[in-house]
């Protein structure tokens, strides 16, 4: 039986001071219902709660815990750097090193700058896109998410030539009219747009792999297609890899499916749990940011050396056998998902089981999903010990810490 008492306090404590009670929303449980967990502890694929209750754990931090919590080189490597004086506002040898380990395993990244979340490496990417195109307009997908910057909170126009309208309080209709929305593997839908605004697109912002509407993977000739439409209307194509990126391969998506982005964003695995983003792209690209060149940008954590050691240390971690074991882990996990009769969609160690006849293409199948049945789920989940990421839209993050035994209990829960 799960324990609740001491949660309940801690609940009660952050009503009164955080939006919500919590500083993302995701995390109130408002889409699956029941009270969200204080976690205070993690090691390999497990959390606790405050009431100790121990949960196998697929949120993961949402993506940057590949290894799983705790793992002891990441651990290590951040109190060498703390003890060593955890931040000087200067460059050091380890941001150095992790940018050395990106671009050599995504080539596309010749030159790099880290920020301290996936928001500010996509806000930043879209004002370098813009500054080297001379154009104000950017295409993103419905159901794509790229962090919360007032230009990617839109939601589509009621048509093609239209502009998007906020998808937030707060946005200015004028800034959201300068996004425009087209559908997920749905090319004819982005030419629609290229078409209706010509010369006028910086670029195309997407998730190779979509994992906001859940994972839904780029159908055959997606991306290409993309890469194509992108150079022959003059766009830059920007891949937001803060999810797939070290995640779906060791080169992340764009090594996976073989397209070169212009610019890519990353987050998440690269800082190994500790807040982290970066920007990437063509040298010529990079090299209009400040103090090079005519974009600013600053910040004053970016390169932090304790989140660079923690990000080092993961991608260090980070074998071609570690990725085989994940890729088995998540084969046997979808394939004991798949005799419940569930539908999934998967690539890498990303997994969503879709409460729909059949995996979705798009964010409009995707929201066709029965979401009810989804929190009922969720909770029946919970309460046998296994802690999943509370939205149908999310993905469920696999660890290389998540072994045999783990995926098995999972298969029994979500048997019921
Ligand atoms: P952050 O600003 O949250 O570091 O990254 C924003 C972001 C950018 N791009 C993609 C593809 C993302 O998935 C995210 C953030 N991911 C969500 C989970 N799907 C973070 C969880 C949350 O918002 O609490």
């Known amino acids: ?42 090691h390999g694929p497990f959390v606790w709660d405050v009431d100790d209750n121990r949960y196998i ?85 419905d159901g794509g998410y790229h962090g919360h910057a007032d230009s990617l909170l839109v939601d589509a126009g009621s048509g093609v030539a239209t502009l998007s309208i ?8 004028s800034v959201a009219a300068q996004t425009l929305v087209a559908n997920y593997n749905d090319l004819d839908s982005v030419a629609a747009l290229f078409d209706a605004h010509p010369r006028e697109v910086a670029a195309v912002i997407v998730e190779p792999v979509a994992a906001n509407m859940g994972v839904v993977p780029p159908a055959p000739g997606f991306l290409a297609g993309l890469r194509r439409l992108t150079e022959l209307a003059g766009s830059l194509l ?34 190994g749990g500790l807040p982290v983003g970066a920007y990437g792209g063509r040298a010529e690209l990079l090299d209009l940011v400040a103090p090079a060149g005519p974009v600013y940008q600053a910040g004053t954590l970016s390169g932090h050396p304790v989140v660079m050691a923690a990000g ?65 789920f969720f909770q029946r989940m919970r309460d046998a010990g296994v802690l999943l990421p509370p939205s149908q839209f999310e993905a469920w993050f696999l660890s290389a810490a998540h072994d045999d035994a783990v995926i098995d209990a999972t298969i029994d829960a979500a048997a019921g």
């Open 238 to 271: 920007i891949f937001d890899e803060v999810i797939t990126g070290f995640r779906v391969a060791p080169g992340g998506a764009q090594e996976l499916f073989g397209v070169r982005p212009d610019l890519t964003i990353l987050g998440k695995i690269i800082g």
């Open 57 to 141: 754990d697929f949120v993961g931090a949402f993506g940057p815990l590949i290894l799983g919590h705790a793992h002891p080189a990441v651990v290590e490597a951040m109190r060498t750097a703390v003890e060593a004086g955890g931040s000087f506002g200067a460059t050091s040898p380890t941001e150095v090193r992790l940018a050395e380990l990106i671009r050599s395993r995504m080539p596309s990244i010749e030159r790099v700058r880290f920020v301290n979340s996936g928001t500010e490496a996509a806000m930043s990417a879209l004002r370098v896109a813009r500054a080297a195109t001379g154009r104000d307009l950017v295409i993103k997908f």
């Open 312 to 376: 080092e240390a993961t991608l260090l971690q980070l074998t071609d056998d570690v990725y085989s074991r994940l890729e088995a882990r998540i084969d046997r996990l979808e394939e004991g998902l798949r005799r419940g009769g569930a539908s999934t969609a998967r690539v890498g160690s990303l997994l969503t089981l879709f409460f729909r006849d059949s995996a979705p293409r798009n964010f409009r199948e995707a929201k066709e999903s029965d979401t009810n049945a989804f929190a009922k």
């Open 1 to 42: 039986m799960i324990k609740t008492g001491v949660s309940a306090a801690w609940r009660e404590r952050a009503a009164q001071l955080f939006p919500g009670g919590v500083n993302s929303p995701v995390r109130a449980y408002r889409a699956v219902g029941g009270e969200p967990p204080i976690i205070a502890r993690g």
């Open 166 to 173: 906020p998808g937030s309080a707060g946005v200015p209709a």
